[in-house]
């Protein structure tokens, strides 16, 4: 997570930290509050690697500023790793999903964030139901390779469970 509501939810699945995936350097993220995608900016370039990349700790920033302030879904290093049992690497690993986005439906005239709102996700001949969050975000969409989709706005008078 990051100061500016920045939720973290792409990671390396092949260097595990106390069971969540690390974030890496420049691997991006949505900026709520930026309103852009970001990417991050490890400040301990070359500590730890996993694939050629730095990990990121808390404290770090990404290009829109924002700080990294603690682990959610997927784990953000605190500056000054305890000890190496906290650091596990796994050998076995269920399917990586290699492309996941979440998305913010908007008002088209005021740009604001529809909240509660009922969506469809039609993607790769499957349709995704769901209900847009407080702050207008779907829920993550996941795929093993590049892929277009629609998305549709169900209309209010829809009741979605």
């Known amino acids: 997570m990051t100061d ?3 939720q973290i939810i792409i990671g390396d699945h092949t260097f595990l930290v106390e069971g969540k995936a690390v974030h890496l350097d420049g691997m991006p993220h949505f900026c709520p509050k930026c309103k852009i995608e970001a990417r991050a900016i490890a400040s301990n370039k070359g500590f730890m690697l996993v694939g050629g990349k730095s990990i990121v700790a808390v404290g770090d920033k990404a290009t829109c500023g924002a700080k990294y302030i603690k682990i959610s879904d997927l784990a953000v290093l605190s500056n000054g790793i305890g000890n190496s049992r906290d650091i596990k690497s796994s050998g076995t690993i269920s399917p990586i999903k290699a492309y996941g986005q979440r998305f913010v439906l908007k ?4 740009d604001e964030p529809l909240a509660n709102v009922c969506y469809e996700i039609h993607q790769n001949g499957n349709v995704i139901h769901g209900k847009s969050d407080h702050d207008g975000f ?24």
């Open 107 to 110: 008002d088209e005239l005021t």
């Open 4 to 6: 500016h509501g920045g």
């Open 138 to 161: 779907t829920q993550l969409i996941t795929s093993d390779q590049f892929e277009e989709i629609e998305i549709r706005i169900i209309s209010k008078e829809h009741n979605h469970d």
